[in-house]
């Protein structure tokens, strides 16, 4: 499992695009990048998973440059419901230990 | 589809108490399960996850166990809260063997008084 780094906490506005960037120097040639998003008293929810390139669905894209150390998921103009913690993971694809990290605070302002 | 049940939804219990949750996955066969707790505005915390029937895997032993009795139930147990157990419970459940996508049950919140 590697290693995640993201920032604690990110404020932005209601209508902007947000980019939130996950390092994971100690990638592996195996590991996927997924990231969930998790609200106020509710489990988390799988948005979007990668290996490299970029990553595309209705809700958010996940860009991953060459050399797979960082990750940034963006998300397309935002309003005050995105406001929730998002967890960046990177692991094998077929680990059962799945661990989360501390995630990133998105806090959408009006 | 798949369905993930957990309860009670919300539980208040005296340290030093019993303590047992239950969750249930409908509409898949074998899937690895998983318990998360998570303190008042923190993280997620695995403590259990399982692979198969009787197959438990422990992250955070403490006062906490696990049991597995059917493919499709995943039960969390203490003989005795402590404070320090209070918190947001969560089951999980995935496809076994592939894909880190998973699916979270509503949770049981626990306040151990």
């Known amino acids: 499992l590697a290693k995640t780094t993201q920032p604690i906490s990110m404020d932005s506005y209601e209508g902007q695009e947000v980019n939130i960037t996950c390092s994971h120097n100690?990638?592996?040639?195996?590991?996927?990048i997924t990231w969930y998003q998790q609200f106020p008293s509710q489990g988390p929810r799988f948005i979007i998973q990668?290996?490299?390139t970029k990553v595309t669905n209705e809700v958010a894209s996940l860009f991953i440059p060459a050399d797979r150390k960082s990750s940034t998921l963006s998300l397309p103009r935002v309003s005050l419901s995105d406001t929730a913690v998002y967890y960046c993971?990177?692991?094998?694809?077929?680990?059962?230990?799945?661990?989360f990290g501390k995630g990133t605070r998105l806090h959408i302002l009006p | 589809s798949q369905t993930i049940h957990q309860w009670p939804a919300t539980l208040v219990q005296p340290v030093g108490s019993p303590l047992s949750l239950e969750c249930t996955v409908e509409?898949?066969?074998?899937?690895?399960l998983y318990w998360y707790r998570q303190a008042a505005g923190r993280g997620l915390q695995l403590l259990f996850y399982?692979?198969?029937?009787?197959?438990i895997s422990s992250e955070v032993p403490q006062n906490l166990s696990a049991s597995r009795p059917q493919d499709r139930q995943f039960i969390l147990s203490s003989k005795k809260l402590l404070l320090s157990d209070s918190g947001f419970y969560l089951c999980?459940?995935?496809?076994?063997?592939?894909?880190?996508?998973?699916?979270f049950g509503p949770g049981t919140r626990l306040t151990v008084t």
């Open positions: 999980a459940w995935r496809t076994g063997g592939w894909g880190y996508e998973q699916y």
């Open positions: 100690n990638i592996a040639t195996n590991d996927y």
């Open positions: 990668g290996y490299k």
């Open positions: 993971l990177v692991g094998d694809i077929g680990d059962d230990k799945i661990i």
């Open positions: 509409g898949t066969s074998n899937p690895n």
């Open positions: 399982s692979v198969g029937i009787g197959q």
